[in-house]
């Protein structure tokens, strides 16, 4: 049984959901998130092209990432500007 490119790319990004759910960064769900968009372009377009498929996964996981970090950002995350903190050296 031979597998195509796609679905090498979909058992990948499924992967990278499986350590998300242990790690808990939201790293990972760029790279998975990624990893299945790079299996559709592998879908529609037949086949793999390295350097296609390797900007594609670059530029979504990195959109993904930066766009999680913003929209899961803790409170605690953030400081307030003049507010004075016990543990700020």
């Known amino acids: 049984m031979n597998m195509e490119f796609y679905q090498?790319?979909?058992v990948i990004g499924i992967s990278f959901f499986i350590i998300e759910m242990f790690t808990l960064?939201?790293?990972?769900l760029?790279?998975?998130i990624a990893s299945f968009a790079v299996a559709i372009v592998q879908y529609l377009f037949d086949g793999l092209s390295f350097n296609?498929?390797?900007m594609i996964f670059s530029i979504v996981s990195l959109?993904?990432?930066?766009a999680s970090r913003k929209?899961?950002?803790r409170?605690?995350?953030?400081?307030i500007a003049g507010?004075?903190?016990?543990?700020q050296y």
């Open 8 to 10: 090498i790319s979909i």
């Open 25 to 28: 960064t939201y790293i990972f």
């Open 30 to 32: 760029g790279t998975g």
């Open 52 to 54: 296609r498929d390797l």
């Open 63 to 66: 959109m993904v990432i930066l």
């Open 71 to 73: 929209i899961f950002k």
């Open 75 to 79: 409170k605690s995350d953030q400081s």
């Open 83 to 87: 507010e004075e903190d016990v543990n």
